[in-house]
């Protein structure tokens, strides 16, 4: 069905749509170690470190943060409670920020706390005020050739966007998946391609990846797809199947295993990177039959695939969590509350996954299970909510009056 046949008139500001009422169990996610508790099972605390804040592995890929930026701006519009550093954080208050946009997928804030969001399809980005309200277009993505999967993917801002006014963009083209860099008007109504920053990742109608995340190095960190070729995830000379890290101009940074811009490999389709406050990568990536799983990513690293799928099989490195695929096909992830943030689609909920240092500490807990349908994309916005979009349109979901929709979900401490 054609997106515009699809939409309602837009809302004039952001209505409540309800009260989280508790997190939704779910049955056994992985092995006897990694079961789902039920909502208001404890959640085991991190270990206290002497800094208050969990320890540096020896093998983090990146520098830790400074703690300024790893905390959120505070007084922005319906912000979150003020919390502590280190405090468990748990959905509160979910309220709609927009409605009716066309296969929403990446999504990134701007520094006065409003969003560019990108639709898969369509090949637009749009933006979305901070307060919430009908979202405007800001322009088309010139070269976006969009087929199953691929199309317009992962945004992300420039760390200096306020002056350069960059967003780097992963598009499906006609030969290929690429990154580009996207000068944005200052009115926010127009937008120009400047280059591509790498080129050269195979495309396929499924398996594309298609996340970008800028790591707490400055470096900017891509998730790929092995592009329906399993062959390609081992392959050190492939870009696919693949996390692959480059410096903002698409040069190679120093510490690449090979000088290369693969970073970690061995990967089937990786759609959610973030990292944690002590620098800590995290990748979440679609198994195929039996597993999805969440990583901890070390430079150099194999991940397995295709001989391996979470728990199961031989070779590569074994995940932190693990997911039977009907809970989870994961695609975004953030990082808040000491917990790692995942959107699932087939599984229809947001995953809590408790960690510091990357290590667990502690079991899964769902929320919004089956409440909006499939979950793209969770980012945790300047104010320290989430937001998180629904993907009902995207052909595989049952498509509602109003989708697809950007929630804030409010996060709250957890109960003592």
Not at 45 to 66: K, L, W
Not at 240 to 257: F, Q
Not at 302 to 311: C, H, I, L, V
Not at 321 to 347: C, H, K, Y
Request: hydrophobic share 35%.
């Amino acid at each position: 069905m054609p997106a515009a046949a699809r939409r309602r008139p837009p809302l004039a500001l952001p209505a409540v749509v309800s009260l989280l009422a508790v997190g939704c169990s779910g049955s056994q996610t992985g092995s006897a170690g990694n079961p789902t508790p039920t909502p208001d099972a404890p959640v085991p605390s991190p270990a206290a470190s002497p800094t208050g804040r969990p320890p540096v592995p020896p093998d983090s890929p990146t520098a830790a943060p400074t703690a300024a930026a790893a905390a959120p701006p505070a007084g922005s519009p319906g912000s979150s409670p003020a919390v502590a550093p280190g405090v468990d954080l748990v959905p509160g208050r979910v309220t709609e920020i927009t409605r009716d946009l066309d296969v929403p997928w990446g999504l990134t804030f701007l520094p006065d706390g409003s969003a560019l969001v990108a639709e898969r399809d369509s090949g637009r980005i749009v933006h979305v005020p901070a307060a919430g309200g009908p979202a405007t277009p800001v322009g088309s993505v010139p070269g976006v050739a969009a087929d199953g999967e691929g199309g317009l993917l992962g945004l992300a801002a420039s760390p200096r966007f306020a002056t350069d006014r960059t967003v780097y963009a992963y598009l499906t083209a006609a030969s290929e998946n690429r990154v580009v860099a996207l000068r944005v008007a200052e009115d926010l109504h127009s937008l120009q391609q400047e280059r591509v920053v790498l080129g050269g990742i195979a495309k396929a109608s499924v398996h594309n990846g298609g996340r970008l995340r800028f790591g707490p190095d400055g470096n900017l960190y891509i998730g790929t797809g092995d592009a329906s070729d399993r062959a390609n995830s081992p392959n050190e000379t492939s870009l696919n199947g693949k996390v692959l890290r480059i410096r903002p101009d698409g040069s190679v940074p120093a510490g690449n295993p090979g000088g290369t811009p693969v970073f970690t490999r061995g990967h089937r389709n990786v759609q959610g990177l973030t990292f944690g406050p002590d620098g800590t990568a995290y990748a979440a990536e679609f198994g195929q039959n039996t597993w999805d799983e969440l990583n901890v990513l070390r430079a150099g690293t194999d991940y397995g695939w295709p001989t391996a799928e979470g728990p199961d099989g031989n070779g590569g490195s074994r995940p932190l969590f693990w997911f039977a695929t009907d809970q989870a096909s994961p695609s975004g992830i953030a990082w808040a509350g000491n917990a790692v943030w995942m959107a699932g689609l087939r599984g229809e909920r947001l995953w809590r996954l408790p960690v510091a240092g990357g290590k667990r500490t502690g079991d899964p807990v769902a929320y919004l299970d089956g409440r909006y349908g499939r979950l793209r994309t969770v980012e945790r916005a300047p104010d320290g909510s989430l937001w998180v979009t629904t993907s009902n349109t995207d052909g595989r979901g049952d498509a509602r009056a109003g989708d697809d929709r950007i929630l804030r979900v409010e996060l709250v401490p957890a109960a003592s």
